[in-house]
């Protein structure tokens, strides 16, 4: 037991030192440095490290024709262990010059390791011409086949990708397609036949391993474009084996082909108004579900494009809306089958209408234009008005909540059977007069009336007024025999004055005279006295008259 | 010129009781020129167009005559009558606020009555304002004030009675519209004879209109005739 343990401690220290007890290193080496267009060569990246994913870099001017495959070796030579891993790529060259291709990394215990970089010259014609080369080379080659030479822009063309095997070859596959700019490329799916045909005093297979459906979207010259097809070939070694039958072995193999030149045509000018791009051999069709409806039915109509033509890019024209209907938002349709013959089936639009009112309706017609691949000319498809009878007196009754109700009301009114008769005309001569400058210029006058209600009064006008205005009111007072008479009288008097500038406190003979003649100021202060006694006692009829007299003529002077 | 325009509509009526309606409607036609917001004149020709069997062009004069006087019953009866065979006609979009105040006003007078009414109350003004100023300064100045504030309400007043209906009708059989001033444009719907809709603007030979269900579109002018004539 002792034993046991000791020996497996031994292996332990040994494995120890095998996976760390050596630099890990990470390398990168190629079959050939200087390779032919299209030569398959090999790409191998190797380290000595257990642990860690190789991740190998972009190959950038390089195809990878088949890869990766991995590898793991591991030696015990006189109890030292040592091992090695490794990821390898079979790649080919798209074009000539001399490459460097980036390192590739890997990551061991937090430390990142990189691979040598690869130098690599390519050349055309550097193919070595090995008998075995040849014969791989010579095994088989590929074409594109186009369905059609020359079309117009939209038009589909088919194109088949056909492979020729002169010998065994496995593993065929596209490594580059066709690369096309405005196109619509689309594969088609088929089932692939090989057939069994002579070449050129050779019995070959023909194989159609793919097809593809191209749509141009703009006028061109469709060529040049390369395909790219890998395959590995069986080929003999040369020597023999145990039996005597020949040894063979797969070799890589890259086979390349151009599309034929196809001539995208534009469009004939003078398109219909019409037109929305629909190109091939089209049909439009209307189908309405019923032309007649009661109560509370609603009509379907679809309006479909059908037949073969450029379905991706087609426009279904829209329904012009009837009036005296609801109509919904359309539901889409489509069945597009893409094959050889092009793109087949229909797109279209089913729109449902619900009657708002009963009466007749006019459908419109519908104009549709699109261009005819096979004769070669723009048609168009008129697709006539129609009538869609609505009959339902109810629908009056629906409207009740309606923005429409008064227009319905009125026609559900009792109406006469005729219109009514003419009216007596009632005519005058109309004149060209014009209200606008007369209510203008009325304004304008209202407005300066009130402008002159504001602006001040002229003196003279003003004195003349006081001096009326409180004359009237002395005789007025006379005139009633008003107990306050005198007392009026005397205000009068008091407002002459101040609007002579003297205050009733200041009256005296000396400042009366200042302003009036002596008669006058001795009146003045007379009347004054005479009214202030009178206030207190009584006078008679005649005085009244008297004093008045006296007042008048000397609120003249006043 | 009032007797002229009287023997114009005389044989003009005496043409339609012998069922020449065309010849009837170009005599209308003379007087209609200097008479425009007649509303009689407006509903007789009318009738010329519905015997006629233009429905879309009746629809607009009896609408014509119902503008300038709301109250004319046999107008409305043969506006009912015309909208009664045109059922597939789609209605206009609802008036405004403003134009239903100013038919209210038009059912109870001309905007030159509502005028005239304001015109009554600026010369009361004025003459309180001048009695005020030269007779009698005690006046009150509420009064001149009362008076100033009705005329000038009733010129507000007059103002929003007179038309301003965007409106029109298609007078042709069908009218396409479209979603630019352009036959080249894409077709947006059918409209028949009949329909109206608020005419939003005009491009050259195109008016831009709203319908009733809220859709725009462009239409030929020359299929529709706007409720309210052009002023010359």
């Known amino acids: 037991m002792k034993k046991i343990g000791k020996q497996l401690l031994i292996c332990a220290v040994l494995l120890h030192s095998a996976a760390f007890g050596q630099n890990a290193s990470l390398t990168a080496s190629c079959s050939k440095t200087t390779v032919g267009l299209n030569e398959p060569f090999r790409i191998t990246f190797a380290t000595n490290a257990r642990k860690g994913t190789i991740t190998p870099p972009n190959f950038e001017k390089f195809i990878v024709v088949s890869g990766p495959y991995k590898s793991n070796q591991t030696q015990i030579i006189n109890g030292k262990m040592s091992s090695q891993r490794s990821i390898a790529y079979e790649i080919v060259a798209q074009e000539e010059g001399v490459f460097t291709l980036p390192a590739a990394r890997m990551k061991v215990s937090g430390q990142e390791l990189e691979s040598n970089r690869l130098k690599i010259t390519v050349k055309a014609g550097a193919k070595r011409n090995s008998r075995a080369d040849r014969n791989a080379r010579e095994s088989f080659n590929v074409r594109i086949l186009t369905s059609k030479k020359s079309v117009y822009v939209g038009e589909p063309i088919v194109l088949k990708f056909r492979a020729t095997l002169f010998d065994p070859v496995r593993d065929l596959s596209i490594i580059q397609a066709p690369n096309f700019e405005n196109v619509l490329q689309q594969q088609l799916e088929f089932k692939q036949e090989s057939k069994r045909e002579v070449v050129g005093n050779k019995i070959a297979t023909v194989l159609d391993f793919d097809k593809r459906l191209i749509l141009p979207n703009k006028p061109g010259t469709l060529g040049g474009q390369e395909l790219k097809v890998s395959g590995q070939v069986q080929v003999p070694t040369g020597r023999r084996d145990f039996f005597n039958m020949p040894l063979t072995k797969f070799v890589p193999q890259v086979a390349t082909a151009k599309i034929p030149a196809v001539k995208i045509k534009p469009l004939p000018e003078g398109a219909p108004k019409h037109f929305k791009g629909g190109v091939g051999e089209l049909k439009l069709v209307r189908v309405i579900s019923r032309t007649e409806v009661s109560g509370s039915e609603s009509i379907t109509i679809k309006l479909r494009v059908e037949g073969t033509g450029n379905f991706n890019t087609l426009e279904v024209p829209e329904l012009i809306q009837p009036e005296g209907f609801d109509v919904y938002d359309p539901k889409y349709n489509e069945n597009i089958r893409s094959s050889e013959l092009g793109i087949r089936g229909y797109k279209e639009y089913e729109y449902l209408l619900v009657p708002q009112y009963p009466g007749s309706f006019i459908l419109p017609d519908i104009q549709w234009s699109y261009f005819n691949t096979r004769t070669e000319r723009y048609e168009t498809i008129t697709i006539a008005t129609d009538t869609l009878n609505v009959e339902n007196p109810a629908l009056s009754g629906v409207q009740e909540t309606s923005d429409l109700e008064e227009a319905v009301k009125r026609e559900v009114k009792t109406i006469d059977d005729d219109i009514r008769y003419l009216q007596d005309d009632n005519l005058e001569a109309q004149g060209t007069s014009n209200l606008f400058p007369w209510t203008f210029g009325l304004l304008m006058l209202a407005g300066l009336l009130w402008l002159w209600q504001f602006a001040p009064e002229r003196g003279k006008n003003r004195k003349v007024n006081w001096k009326k205005e409180q004359l009237k009111i002395v005789q007025k007072a006379f005139a009633a025999e008003e107990e306050q008479r005198y007392g009026t009288m005397l205000n009068a008097l008091e407002y002459g004055l101040v609007k002579k500038g003297i205050h009733l406190e200041q009256v005296r003979r000396e400042v009366l005279e200042n302003v009036y003649d002596r008669p006058i100021a001795n009146r003045i202060l007379d009347l004054i006295e005479n009214c202030n006694m009178a206030q207190y006692a009584p006078v008679a009829a005649s005085d009244n008259a008297h004093q008045l007299t006296e007042f008048e003529e000397v609120w003249e002077q006043i | ?232």
């Open chain 2, 1 to 232: 010129m009032g007797t002229d325009l009287t023997s114009v509509t005389d044989s003009a009526r005496a043409l339609y009781d012998l069922g020449r309606y065309g010849e009837a409607l170009e005599k209308y036609r003379m007087v209609y020129a200097s008479q425009a917001e007649n509303d009689v004149l407006c509903y007789n020709m009318g009738n010329c167009y519905a015997r006629m069997g233009e429905l879309g062009e009746a629809k607009v004069f009896f609408e014509r005559a119902l503008i300038y006087a709301p109250n004319n019953i046999d107008a409305q009866h043969n506006l009912d009558w015309i909208n009664l065979r045109l059922t597939d006609a789609l209605v206009a979009p609802k008036e405004e606020l403003v134009e239903w105040i100013g038919q209210w006003e038009r059912s109870i007078m001309s905007p030159e009555g509502w005028t005239f009414l304001a015109w009554v109350f600026l010369t009361a003004t004025m003459a309180l304002l001048v009695l005020r100023r030269t007779k009698n300064r005690s006046l009150n100045w509420r009064w001149p004030f009362t008076t100033t504030a009705l005329a000038l309400l009733l010129l507000g007043m007059s103002y929003l009675s007179i038309p301003k209906i965007k409106t029109g009708v298609v007078v042709e059989r069908n009218s396409y519209g479209y979603s630019e001033p352009s036959s080249n444009s894409k077709r947006l719907i059918l409209l028949s004879e009949g329909s109206a809709g608020t005419i939003l603007g005009t491009n050259n030979s195109w008016v831009y209109v709203e319908l009733g269900d809220g859709r725009l579109a462009w239409f030929d002018v020359d299929e529709w005739e706007s409720l309210l004539p052009a002023p010359d």
